[in-house]
């Protein structure tokens, strides 16, 4: 997973960037990673768990927003993830000190796989 | 493998699901969809509805900057809530509308009954407005296609 240009906004992303555990020792994704950089932009990195053991599904930039049009502060981002097989969209805004993950995954292999969805739940461990 | 990849495998690894993928039941999406809040928010309702395998929405919105009527659109992904299955009690579907100032990425997925819907707004141009995140409940007025 490369790192393309990071999406440049005016939000404040504060409240999302920290290192993120799921709540879930079974869950789908381990752990997420949301980065601050210069410009206000931030990158999210995800280890994926598809066998039992965390895989770094790598370092994408992510969009980020608020809840309000009037607020400058960002809530929630959404960030898309190639993992070949597979296209895995995350969806997250921080509610309640929770990092709340809408995942939807789109196979795109020719098995018999359903696209799915989930969604999981995150607490922040290091900011 | 344990239990727990056990689970895990059942989530994201089926290499024994050959294709074809199964049917996504659109129909249990269909109806007719009135927010939960008495206040305005974003979307005032929604109408699911579908032809065959397609499904299709058309949101209104409750108070500007949200469109009035925000058009009929095809849903893009339809998602089941599980990796074997067709079923859409748990599932989800995008779409995605285009306006004039900016573009709105719409998530909407069925929750004990409800459909909750997200919505990624993102404008073309910096100006007064944020970017943002919208998340809010409906309940079904009218089931199926007879809204």
């Known amino acids: ?127 | 493998m344990t239990a727990s990849t056990a689970r895990l495998a059942e989530r994201w690894e089926r290499p024994d699901l050959k294709p074809p993928r199964p049917r996504i039941a659109v129909e249990t999406l269909a109806g007719s969809w009135k927010k939960t809040n008495d206040k305005q928010q974003w979307i005032d309702s929604v109408i699911v509805d579908t032809e065959g395998d397609a499904l299709y929405v058309t949101i209104f919105g409750s108070a500007p900057p949200s469109p009035p009527s925000w058009g009929r659109k095809r849903a893009e992904v339809l998602y089941s809530g599980g990796i074997g299955t067709g079923d859409t009690r748990a599932g989800a579907f995008t779409a995605h509308y285009r306006f004039d100032d900016f573009d709105v990425e719409v998530q909407a997925n069925l929750n004990l009954g409800l459909l909750v819907v997200a919505t990624f707004v993102t404008f073309r141009n910096a100006g007064p407005l944020s970017d943002r995140f919208t998340r809010e409940f409906f309940y079904r007025a009218i089931e199926g296609n007879q809204s």
């Open chain 1, 1 to 127: 997973m490369t790192v393309t240009a990071p999406v440049v906004t005016g939000l404040d992303p504060g409240v999302l960037v920290g290192d993120w555990r799921n709540t879930n020792a079974e869950g789908s994704i381990a752990r997420i990673v949301c980065t601050l950089h210069d410009g206000g932009s931030i990158d999210v990195r995800a280890y994926g768990r598809y066998d039992g053991t965390p895989a770094d599904w790598g370092s994408v930039p992510a969009s980020v927003y608020a809840f309000t049009f009037e607020e400058r502060a960002a809530g929630a981002f959404s960030a898309r993830f190639e993992l070949g097989e597979a296209r895995v969209d995350l969806q997250a805004n921080v509610k309640l000190g929770v990092l709340v993950v809408v995942e939807l995954i789109t196979f795109l292999d020719g098995s018999g796989r359903s696209h799915f969805f989930d969604r999981e739940f995150f607490h922040q461990v290091k900011r």
